[in-house]
């Protein structure tokens, strides 16, 4: 369930407040989080003002409300709110960002006696043509108010289309990266704030993860150097809820890259017990994903699918945790493999 009483505290923490989904993790062996509601569209909303005022992205939105316009959706329109999450594979610690939902995970370290929480914010990705890596790797240094040095071929780009770039952009409004910039191990990427707010949530950066200003500027107020960041692209999620089984879907990344792994080298002294993420093959068929995702799902648990609730899902591929299956008592073979 949702602790709004833990948003109010933590959000009185920022100097800005954020606007970040913030949930107590579930029990072992369960594997979902939030639930989904509804808000009423006012006169003067987009559906991306919407979206920002509740800790979601562009392709959040968008995806989960097809016949509502985007800008124009109307006074009165009831709007999906896409706050349910499948909690992605993998160790729950750190920074885990999974582009093909476009959002990022943020695990803190639970303080003694207190139950651990994960923060989940809207992230903007690598364009096609400028893909983000994928890999495991660290935060290696923190900076208020940055400076950009745009690349060379950043500024080539820009010099081709007319809009020439300087070696070097000052903090303040025209810069790109924000009033907050993370530094990851992966050579020349970054996680940092955007002027253009509007953008969080879609394909539009050179590689670089961008998050909303009050987003950013609260996660760096509590985060630190080396702090173990993981990027996947896992574009179907399943766990268990309770006695269901939950899948969520979300639609291909067109042209995904492979796991960076000569970036792996210029991480100094990974700790043993983190496990390197495995390459994901995205560009399988989601069905295939589905039997993927629901055999580590049951390996300990037998369970059950409905197919006909399966496909119905992958064909809408809006992000929408549904649930297709049930647990088996006392089953020693799940249906699905009947």
């Known amino acids: 369930m949702r602790h709004l009483a833990l948003i109010v505290a933590t959000c009185l923490l920022a100097t800005s407040p954020s606007r970040s989904e913030v949930y107590e993790l579930p029990p072992d062996g369960s594997d979902v989080v939030g639930a989904l509601s509804t808000v009423t569209a006012r006169y003067e909303d987009t559906l991306v003002d ?3 005022r509740h800790g979601l992205g562009y392709q959040d939105v968008v995806r989960a409300n097809p ?22 594979p993998g160790p729950r610690e750190g920074l885990v960002l999974n582009l093909a939902e476009y959002r990022m995970y943020y695990y803190p370290k639970p303080k003694a006696g207190e139950p651990a929480y994960v923060y989940t914010y809207p992230i903007s990705i690598g364009r096609m043509d400028w893909e983000t890596p994928l890999g495991l790797t660290r935060i290696v240094a923190m900076a208020k108010n940055p400076a950009w040095y745009p690349p060379q071929s950043v500024r080539d780009e820009h010099a081709a289309e007319g809009d020439p770039l300087p070696r070097i952009v000052p903090p303040g409004p025209d810069n790109p990266l924000g009033s907050r910039a993370l530094r990851l191990g992966l050579p020349g990427y970054l996680i940092h704030g955007t002027n253009r707010p509007a953008g969080v949530g879609m394909r539009v950066s050179h590689g670089c993860i961008r998050m909303f200003p009050e987003d950013i500027e609260f996660l760096f107020q509590h985060i630190s150097v080396n702090t173990v960041v993981r990027i996947i692209n896992v574009p ?33 002294k990974l700790d043993a017990d983190i496990e390197l993420p495995e390459v994901s093959s995205p560009s399988k068929d989601p069905l295939t994903q589905v039997t993927e995702q629901f055999i580590t799902a049951t390996a300990e648990r037998a369970g059950q699918l409905d197919w006909d609730l399966v496909e119905a899902v992958v064909k809408r591929s809006d992000g929408i945790p549904e649930s297709v299956g049930v647990s088996i008592k006392n089953a020693a073979t799940s249906a699905a493999f009947e």
Do not use: C, N, Y
């Open 50 to 52: 919407i979206a920002r």
């Open 67 to 88: 016949e509502v316009g985007v800008w124009v959706p109307g006074e009165g329109t009831e709007v999906i709110l896409p706050t349910r999450f499948v909690l992605p």
């Open 236 to 268: 179907v999620k399943m766990g268990w809820d309770g006695e269901t089984l939950v899948v969520e879907v979300h639609p291909l990344l067109e042209s995904p890259q492979l796991l960076v792994a000569a970036s792996l080298q210029r991480i100094e």
